[in-house]
Nanobody
Framework: QVQLVESGGGLVQPGGSLRLSCAAS????????MGWYRQAPGKQRELVAT???????NYADSVKGRFTISRDNAKNIMYLQMNSLKPEDTAVYYC???????????????WGQGTQVTVSS
């Protein structure tokens, strides 16, 4: 099995910062693309940022210049540094990874359980 566990969410004032982490564990041979998604109440889940195993990144327009995605391939951990947070960033943030498990021929998509980020004064 593969598990993705997010951490680092919480309550922060507008303009503040948070750093989310996503740790992958299990019988992992390789992790390809990873990403952060978020879902606000009453809205569909949306892409925040993605990163390939070679470090190429992609961001939603709404977070460009404020959020930075990164990963530590040796530790199977992905991060999301969120700066200049706005109330509209409030959502549950989910980690996603395309993982090739040891002994498997094809990769599969995995999701974490989510971590709440609330931006409010």
């Amino acid at each position: 099995q593969v598990q993705l566990v997010e951490s680092g969410g919480g309550l922060v004032q507008p303009g503040g910062s948070l750093r989310l982490s996503c740790a992958a564990s299990g019988r992992i041979f390789s992790i390809y693309a990873m990403g952060w998604y978020r879902q606000a109440p009453g809205k569909q889940r949306e892409l925040v940022a993605t990163i390939t195993n070679s470090g190429n990144t992609n961001y939603a327009d709404s977070v460009k210049g404020r959020f930075t995605i990164s990963r530590d391939n040796a530790k199977n951990i992905m991060y999301l540094q969120m700066n200049s947070l706005k109330p509209e960033d409030t959502a549950v943030y989910y980690c996603n990874a395309d993982v090739l498990r040891t002994g498997w021929a094809r990769s599969a998509d995995y999701w974490g359980q989510g971590t709440q980020v609330t931006v409010s004064s």
